[in-house]
């Protein structure tokens, strides 16, 4: 009875977590595209979440192309089928691997960084302060950040796959030398558009729900310090989770487009 | 009264001012005048709701009754755009300071410039900020970040940054707390020399008595939410009450 009780009371504290995102991010449609627009911000911001994952998305990318190649080809060899390596990885890794890899490297370090960063401002009234001097914070900080991660997130995938591929190219090389051209000739003749675009579109909303979830838990920062640490935390432990939910229901739609 | 503060008129009037967090009833009617280019502290223990009472001057908090005037405007009734005007003429100096640590000195002090007067050029922005920084004596930290300057400078600099906008109204939350004795005397002396140039009128929010005492043309007391007492510094060390005299007498 009493455990019941306390998984009632956190799953009522979650839904209103859901609400608060929810209108949290109704305000950043409602706001977000009404001038002036912050474009300096905005560029800004683009270049510190493009600029700082990139050396950590693409040392993991090589490596799981790496990885993933190893380990797929006893598999494949047992059933006669080691040419079909290139064509397997690469499907594997620009649908689903590159995409939710780099997401979750992103909500651990750009979404604990904005976490941190606007949860310090709240708490040290940073954000008061801007909103005396006449700027809407909400614009100026949340708005500018959400754009970033959307608009870059789709880009750190294509930079992912890219690197993941090569890291797959050597490792198919490492036993049997396949030549550079042999290996990218197989692997765009299987890879379509249908496997790409699907792949970019949820990266977008990657970028975007680790925007918003990384903006929410430091703008609504509690005071104190023990507050800035919660909110970083929050923000890369909720976004990792919506980054799992939002690849489902991603999965889901594009099944839906396939048998169509 | 003379006839001098007689014929100026109340830059800022509350009235019946109230603000309760849930249970914890902070403000319960609170009145409060300041006139054109008056100095009026409010003091009051710690947590007796001093701060939260000038972030409802300036909009940052939404009171819950009463009305607050100013410049003749009624804060609770504008709009947005309406109070980031009014905001232009009010300055506003935090407890935290409220550096941006992410700016540099210059880019801090830049920043309500940009904002608030949009028409200005490049050329007035630099000699607003050295003016600025001149006024506060600390032009060498121009392109330093706010981490690298000792507390005492952060609040010149964060002094600075409110009177980078010229506003006819300054409000100070608790300008000298948390510094030695010789650097809060600095800084209270710059507000004097703040209101002596600028012709401001301020609320000065503090429990710092040194600073009351030199700032201050009239203090009122702020206790379980109303005005408790309200005097020149004289009368309020001299007053018979208990509470009053504890708090002068310590
Ligand atoms: N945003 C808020 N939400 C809930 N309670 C608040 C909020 N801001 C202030 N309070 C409460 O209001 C009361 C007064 O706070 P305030 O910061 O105004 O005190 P203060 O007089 O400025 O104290 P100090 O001298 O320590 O700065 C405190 O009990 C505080 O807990
Ligand atoms: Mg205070």
């Known amino acids: 009875m009493i455990q019941t009780k306390g998984q009632f009371q956190s799953a009522k504290r979650f839904l209103f977590l859901v609400g608060d995102i929810g209108q949290f991010t109704l305000r950043f449609f409602r706001e977000g595209f009404h001038k002036p627009f912050e474009w300096k911000e905005i560029l800004k911001q683009c270049g510190e979440v493009g600029y700082r994952s990139l050396s950590l998305v693409g040392v993991t990318a090589f490596i799981m192309g790496l990885v993933l190649t190893i380990q797929s080809r006893p598999t494949l060899v047992e059933f006669g089928a080691e040419s079909w390596l290139p064509a397997m990885v690469s499907v594997s890794l620009i649908r689903e691997i590159g995409p939710v890899i780099t997401a979750l490297i992103c909500a651990g370090k750009i979404g604990s960084r904005i976490g941190a960063e606007l949860g310090s401002m709240r708490v040290t009234e940073q954000i008061d302060a801007m909103e005396v001097s006449g700027t809407n914070p909400f614009k100026y900080l949340v708005t500018t950040r959400v754009l970033a991660t959307s608009l870059m997130l789709p880009l750190l995938v294509i930079f992912a796959d890219t690197i993941a591929l090569y890291g797959s190219f050597l490792a198919v090389n490492i036993k049997g030398a396949v030549s550079f051209q042999l290996f990218f000739n197989q692997v765009f003749e299987t890879l379509e558009f249908s496997d790409l675009i699907p792949s970019i579109l949820k990266s977008f909303f990657f970028g975007f729900i680790i925007g918003i979830i990384g903006c929410y838990m430091g703008y609504n920062s509690k005071k104190g310090t023990e507050g800035v640490g919660k909110s970083a935390n929050s923000a890369v432990v909720v976004a990792s989770l919506m980054v799992f939910i939002l690849d489902l229901i991603a999965v889901q739609i594009t099944d839906l487009f396939y048998e169509l | ?250």
């Not at chain 2, 009734?77 to 992410?102: C, H, K, M, P, W």
């Not at chain 2, 706010?146 to 409110?162: D, F, Q, V």
């Not at chain 2, 209101?195 to 429990?207: C, D, G, P, R, V």
Request: glycine share 6%; proline share 2%.
């Open chain 2, 1 to 250: 009264m003379n006839y001098k503060t007689k014929e100026r008129e109340n830059v800022i009037e509350i009235r019946d001012l109230k603000k309760s967090f849930g249970d914890n009833h902070v403000i319960r009617g609170f009145d409060l005048n300041v006139k054109d280019r008056e100095s009026v502290a409010v003091l009051g223990q710690s947590g007796s709701g001093k701060s939260v009472l000038i972030k409802c001057v300036i909009g940052l908090i939404t009171a819950d009754e009463g009305t607050i005037k100013v410049l003749g405007k009624a804060v609770e009734q504008l709009n947005q755009v309406e109070l980031d005007e009014l905001r232009t003429d009010i300055g506003f100096l935090f407890q935290s300071n409220a550096l941006y640590d992410s700016m540099t000195i210059r880019e801090n002090l830049e920043f309500p410039l940009r904002r608030l007067r949009r028409d200005k050029s490049k050329a007035e922005i630099d000699a607003a900020v050295q003016e600025a920084l001149e006024d506060v004596g600390l032009f060498h930290t121009l392109n330093l970040m706010p981490s690298e300057l000792s507390g005492g400078m952060r609040k010149r600099i964060s002094i600075a940054r409110t009177l980078i906008v010229q506003p006819k109204i300054i409000l100070y939350d608790e300008p000298t707390t948390g510094l030695d004795p010789i650097t809060a005397g600095e800084i209270n002396q710059l507000m004097n020399k703040v209101q002596e140039k600028y012709k401001t009128a301020s609320i000065i929010i503090s429990h710092d008595l040194d600073c009351i005492k030199v700032t201050a043309q009239r203090i009122v007391i702020l206790k379980n939410g109303i005005n408790y007492k309200e005097g020149t510094f004289e009368e309020l060390k001299n007053s018979e009450d208990p509470w009053v005299s504890a708090f002068f007498n310590t």
